[in-house]
C-alpha cells in the first residue's frame, strides 16, 4: 500500500513560467512533510519542508501548500529556470523516518 | 546543513560476497538512516542507526542481512551481506536535524553508494 503517492510521473513547463508538483498521501500521522530534488548518480537534496500544523511555506522560488483535509501537498517553483529540471520527490516523515513517493521528473525548457 | 561523505561512491561485486559502505557526517547528529533506491523505485527506509545500541529495521529488512553499526555520532556503517542480484541499488544514509527558528524537519542525504551485484 503506497502511503505517498506522486501520480504525474514527469512534468514539462516553459522557462519562467510555474512549475506544480502535486504529492498525495494516506496516513494521518505523517507530522512534516519534505520536498527532494535528485540529480541521477547524486543524493537527494533538501529543497523545503512544511509542519503538518502549517498550511503553507515559503523559501525563495520554492512555497510548498498543504491540504490536511484532502491530505494533498504541492510544491510551487516561481518562475522555473531550466536548472530545476530533475526528479523531485515528496516524502512525509513520521518520527523523522521518511515514506517517499516515487517521484515525477521535471523538465524546464529554454 | 550537514556535509556527509559515503564511501565507496560505487561497486561491483560477485554474488555472496558482502560490502561495507561507511557514512561520515561532518557533525555530531542525533538521528541517522539508512535508505535504499532500487532501480526505477523510491527511496525505502531500510532502518535506524542508533548509537552504542542496536539498529531499529523496517518490515522487510533484518539485521542478518543488512547489520549496522554506529559507534559514535559522526560515523555509521552499513553492510549488505551474502549479496545477490536483487540487492542491487543505491544505498544512502541520512541525518535528521532541526532547525528550531524556521520550525522546518530537515533531513540532509549522503550522495550514495551504487552496488551492482553480478
Known amino acids: 500500500d503506497q502511503q505517498v503517492k506522486q501520480n504525474s510521473p514527469s512534468l514539462s513547463v516553459q522557462e519562467g513560467r510555474i512549475s506544480i508538483l502535486n504529492c498525495d498521501y494516506t496516513n494521518s500521522m505523517f507530522d512534516y512533510f519534505l520536498w527532494y530534488k535528485k540529480y541521477p548518480a547524486e543524493g537527494p537534496t533538501f529543497l523545503i519542508s512544511?509542519?503538518?500544523?502549517?498550511d503553507k511555506n515559503e523559501d525563495g522560488r520554492f512555497t510548498v501548500f498543504l491540504n490536511k483535509s484532502a491530505k494533498h501537498l504541492s510544491l510551487h517553483i516561481v518562475p522555473s529556470q531550466p536548472g530545476d529540471s530533475a526528479v523531485y520527490f515528496c516524502a512525509a516523515s513520521s518520527n523523522y523516518k521518511l515514506t517517499f513517493g516515487k517521484g515525477t521528473l521535471l523538465t524546464v525548457n529554454p | 546543513s550537514a556535509v556527509i561523505s559515503q564511501k565507496p561512491s560505487r561497486d561491483i561485486c560477485q554474488r555472496g560476497t558482502s560490502l561495507t559502505i561507511q557514512c561520515q557526517v561532518d557533525?555530531?547528529?542525533?538521528?541517522m538512516f539508512w535508505y535504499r533506491q532500487q532501480p526505477g523505485q523510491s527511496l525505502t527506509l531500510i532502518a535506524t542507526a542508533n548509537q552504542g545500541s542496536e539498529a531499529t529495521y523496517e518490515s522487510g529488512f533484518v539485521i542478518d542481512k543488512f547489520p549496522i553499526s554506529r559507534p559514535n555520532l559522526t560515523f555509521s556503517t552499513l553492510t549488505v551481506s551474502n549479496m545477490s542480484p536483487e540487492d542491487s541499488s543505491i544505498y544512502l544514509c541520512s541525518v535528521a536535524g532541526f532547525s528550531g527558528t524556521s520550525g522546518s524537519n530537515e533531513q540532509f542525504f549522503g550522495p550514495g553508494t551504487r552496488l551492482t551485484v553480478l
Open positions: 557533525s555530531q547528529v542525533t538521528m
Open positions: 512544511i509542519s503538518s500544523i502549517k
